[in-house]
């Protein structure tokens, strides 16, 4: 019996830990993956209040290190479900079934696919989600970055210092992303812009040699020479598994204002899985403490 299990050990997850383990509540994180979410593979990070640059890994590691040091218990097992009995929730994994007062769902958003033809089978022979993790696979060759937000810019500006060209490949002339790391980007002379772009399909035998790339005004399609697509359009939530327990949104975003409660007595969200118009670290560890902290008060 715990007093809380945390879904999810991300940034707002391991926040929550901190927040409820230094009120003296009895703490599990349940982590799918592994610790620190999507934080983990970004490279650098430079606009965390306070701390003026870090890389992602060590951000999400100082940041599991300071939960479990307060004595968070943390097991890598997937939450499949949630049910209420009496006072107390059940959360249910593959092998175990966990008891507790309260739960606070963090369970973060995954990469979205491009959802063409061939993607899932190129993913690893090409197809990355993941510049930091896959980028060193493709030095000295010719890559390409799909998306306009904060993401694709600091991929494509990451690959731009080992690939040998790196095509920024964009639906909209407009960037989503940050205009500094634009004008960075600007700067490098082995990155290509293709705007008002989109990949409409990739060719390779065992694994990708190019893509056909058009553009969303004439429909003129262009076949471009590369190895690597690095996939960077968003993130999608994955609540399916509580779906049943709190309201959703259209998206699957688990519906719950900035004092993270869910429709479900008991239940708090928290970070990226949450709707919410700001979806950034600080708001992440925000979340974690607002949640954390609602937690203790529900269970008393
Ligand atoms: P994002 O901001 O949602 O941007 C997604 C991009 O992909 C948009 O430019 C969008 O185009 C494009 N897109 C979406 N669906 C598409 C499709 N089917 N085909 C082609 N393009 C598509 O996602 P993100 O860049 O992953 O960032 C997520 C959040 O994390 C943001 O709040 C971001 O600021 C934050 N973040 C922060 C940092 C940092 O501060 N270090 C680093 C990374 C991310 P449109 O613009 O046309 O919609």
Not at 138 to 167: C, P, Q
Not at 186 to 199: A, G, M
Request: net charge negative; proline share 2%.
């Amino acid at each position: 019996m715990y007093d809380i299990v945390i879904v999810g050990a991300g940034t707002a997850g391991l926040s929550a830990a901190i927040y409820a383990c230094r009120a003296g509540k009895s703490v599990l994180l349940l982590e799918e993956k592994s610790y620190g979410g999507q934080i983990i593979n970004t490279p650098e990070v430079e606009n965390y209040p306070g701390i003026k640059r870090i890389s992602g890994f060590e951000f999400a590691t100082n940041l599991y290190q300071q939960a479990a040091d307060l004595g968070a218990e943390i097991k890598y097992e997937r939450a499949e479900g949630i049910r209420s009995e009496n006072e107390n929730k059940i959360v249910v994994t593959p092998d175990n079934e966990y008891v507790c007062r309260s739960v606070i769902l963090a369970t973060g958003a995954k990469n979205r696919p491009l959802g063409i033809e061939n993607e899932a089978e190129m993913t690893g022979r090409g197809i990355s989600y993941c510049a930091t993790c896959d980028g060193a696979f493709f030095r000295n060759k010719d890559v390409a970055v799909i998306g306009g937000g904060n993401t694709a810019l600091e991929d494509a500006l990451f690959l731009s210092n080992t690939a040998r060209m790196v095509y920024v490949i964009h639906r909209r002339k407009e960037f989503r992303g940050e205009a500094k790391r634009l004008e960075a980007l600007r700067q490098k002379e082995n990155v290509v812009f293709l705007l008002e772009s989109t990949v409409v399909k990739l060719n390779g035998e065992t694994s990708l040699e190019s893509v056909e790339v058009e553009n969303v005004n004439t429909k003129e399609r262009r076949t471009l020479a590369i190895s690597g697509l690095f996939v960077a359009i968003g993130q999608m939530p994955e609540n399916r598994a509580f779906a049943d327990l709190v309201d959703t949104d259209e998206v699957g975003y688990i519906v719950a204002a900035e004092n993270c409660r869910t429709n479900e007595e008991g239940v708090f969200t928290a970070g990226d899985c949450r709707t919410k118009s700001v979806r950034q670290l600080a708001t992440a560890a925000a979340d974690g403490a607002i949640a954390g902290l609602a937690a203790c008060e529900y269970i008393g």
